[in-house]
């Protein structure tokens, strides 16, 4: 069963949220929304917390995640001109995977690329 979602946001273009996750999950697999929140849910918390812990986070053909070091440094602060001392930070890198630059270069979905294999 495909599931059609309008995805149009008149301000960005298209998006695709997570509660529009939520709802997809939802039709495909016959679950409850309260069940497949909490898998919607499950999902993105492991991830952050694997992430907040110094995991990568890797899912094949799709992205990568991982947290990159970045050490302090001295900046300046854009009105007055004056040095500000900047710490070291962690931030969450993504790195795209070979298959989604493809699909997204061509415009195909995944239910398409399956249709078509």
Known sequence: MLYELDLTDISRGTIMTKT???????????????????????FFNEMSDALASGERVEIRGLYS???KDYKGYVGRNPRTGEPK????????????G?????SV????TQTSNKIAS
């Open 20 to 42: 529009q996750l939520i709802e997809i999950l939802k039709a495909e697999t016959g679950l409850t929304r309260a069940q497949a929140k909490q898998v919607i849910d499950l």
């Open 105 to 108: 270069d061509y415009g195909q």
């Open 98 to 102: 070979k298959e989604l630059k493809e």
């Open 65 to 67: 995640i991982y947290v």
């Open 85 to 96: 001392q900047v710490p070291p930070k962690k931030l969450p890198f993504f790195k795209c």
